[in-house]
């Protein structure tokens, strides 16, 4: 499993700016050749360059996993005509009628389990599932909203927030087959998603992440704790 310790423009949210699974990696426009190799050889996938809602906050409005991509209906028509080229790597675009525009934030996912956020409706919650077809939990860690954001996950295991509960812990793992590991990224941030962005080949981590913070995480990844 590679790895990759790094800040975007000065920026170590770097899951703010960008959305990868197992296929690919949506990237800033405005990202240097340089950045765009490492992550391209630390998550083993082809890159896109890509803008939503005019912004490069990738991260917080894109979600899905290998065969389905979720993003806001108010993306501008160019945006969408663009990321309609993912449709080449087998993935299907959908659009979601919400005010709750922050997807990303909201929802984690791969491609055997769904972690929603308690505060979407049910009509909303509905066509989630049936855009993924997956097993699900609807759940809010330590009463906050954006439960996407406290939560990363690649096939088999990933890293959620220190402040959710033991008993919501073993009921992801239980439930949706994942195994987790409680933990922090740059220097103690409990939002993990806004820090780690990960699939099965690699990660990518914020600089402010610590030595101790990235043997953790690497640690778990790659099963050293069996």
Same mark, same amino acid.
């Given at each position: 499993?590679?790895?990759?310790?790094?800040?975007?423009?000065?920026? %170590?949210?770097?899951?703010?700016?960008?959305?990868?699974?197992?296929?690919?990696?949506?990237? %800033?426009?405005?990202?240097?050749?340089?950045?765009?190799?490492?992550?391209?050889?630390?998550?083993?996938?082809?890159?896109?360059?890509?803008?939503?809602?005019?912004?490069?906050?990738?991260?917080? !409005?894109?979600?899905?996993?290998?065969?389905?991509?979720?993003?806001?209906?108010?993306? !501008?028509?160019? =945006?969408l005509?663009?990321?309609?080229?993912?449709?080449?790597?087998? @993935?299907?675009?959908?659009?979601?009628?919400?005010?709750?525009?922050?997807?990303?934030?909201?929802?984690?996912?791969?491609?055997?389990?769904? @972690?929603?956020? #308690?505060?979407?409706?049910?009509?909303?919650?509905? +066509?989630?599932?049936?855009? !993924?077809?997956?097993?699900?939990?609807?759940?809010?860690?330590? #009463?906050? +909203?954006?439960?996407?954001?406290?939560?990363?996950?690649?096939?088999?295991?990933?890293?959620?927030? %220190?402040?959710?509960?033991?008993?919501?812990? =073993?009921?992801i =793992?239980? +439930?949706?087959?994942?195994?987790?590991?409680?933990a922090? @990224?740059?220097?103690?941030? %409990?939002?993990?998603?806004?820090?780690?962005?990960?699939?099965?080949?690699? !990660?990518? @981590?914020?600089?402010?992440?610590?030595?101790?913070?990235?043997?953790e995480?690497?640690?778990?990844?790659?099963?050293? #704790?069996?």
């Amino acid at each position: 499993m590679e790895i990759l310790k790094k800040a975007l423009r000065n920026n %170590p949210n770097i899951g703010l700016l960008l959305y990868t699974n197992n296929k690919f990696c949506l990237i %800033p426009k405005w990202l240097s050749e340089k950045d765009e190799k490492e992550i391209k050889d630390t998550l083993k996938v082809e890159v896109m360059r890509a803008s939503v809602l005019g912004t490069d906050l990738l991260g917080v !409005f894109c979600a899905g996993n290998s065969s389905h991509l979720i993003i806001p209906e108010l993306i !501008f028509e160019e =945006e969408l005509k663009e990321l309609r080229e993912l449709e080449r790597f087998g @993935v299907q675009i959908h659009t979601l009628s919400t005010q709750k525009t922050a997807l990303g934030n909201l929802i984690a996912v791969n491609d055997k389990a769904l @972690v929603l956020s #308690d505060i979407f409706s049910e009509k909303e919650k509905e +066509e989630i599932k049936e855009i !993924f077809s997956l097993p699900y939990l609807s759940i809010l860690f330590d #009463d906050v +909203e954006a439960t996407g954001s406290c939560i990363s996950f690649n096939s088999e295991r990933g890293i959620i927030t %220190p402040g959710s509960k033991d008993e919501q812990l =073993e009921r992801i =793992e239980r +439930e949706l087959g994942i195994k987790l590991l409680k933990a922090t @990224v740059n220097f103690g941030q %409990p939002y993990i998603s806004s820090g780690l962005v990960l699939n099965d080949n690699g !990660f990518i @981590v914020g600089q402010l992440s610590t030595g101790i913070e990235i043997s953790e995480i690497d640690n778990f990844l790659r099963g050293y #704790d069996e």
